[in-house]
Nanobody, 123 residues
Framework: QVQLVESGGGLVQPGGSLRLSCAAS????????IGWFRQAPGKEREGVSY????????SYAESVKGRFTASRDNAKNTVYLQMNSLKSEDTAVYYC????????????????WGQGTQVTVSS
């Protein structure tokens, strides 16, 4: 079964850190670029970060630049999102998804989406 499974979400205080994982099963993750998205209640889904197939190219939303870092371990078939200096406005459900190109990421045209993991930043 082809699927992506996110994990690592939870409740954290402002200024804290979390590391999200996106594990693939049923296919080789290194065939795809990976995008991380988030959706807060009542808001549209937004792209947070993009990492290319080999991991040499990354891109981040302005709102998370300097605080979030995407990485991947293709040997483990897993992609990560390290989130530091978390703010209340980072509260959302976070999703990973597979893409062939950056253009597809910008459009949100993913081949496969994960089920999401909740991140809550609150004191």
């Amino acid at each position: 079964q082809v699927q992506l499974v996110e994990s690592g979400g939870g409740l954290v205080q402002p200024g804290g850190s979390l590391r999200l994982s996106c594990a693939a099963s049923g296919f080789a993750l290194d065939s795809y670029a990976i995008g991380w998205f988030r959706q807060a209640p009542g808001k549209e889904r937004e792209g947070v970060s993009y990492i290319s197939r080999g991991g040499s190219t990354t891109s981040y939303a302005e709102s998370v630049k300097g605080r979030f870092t995407a990485s991947r371990d293709n040997a483990k078939n897993t992609v990560y999102l390290q989130m530091n200096s978390l703010k209340s406005e980072d509260t959302a459900v976070y999703y990973c998804a597979t893409f062939y190109t950056y253009t597809e990421y910008v459009r949100g045209s993913a081949k496969t989406w994960g089920q999401g993991t909740q991140v809550t930043v609150s004191s």
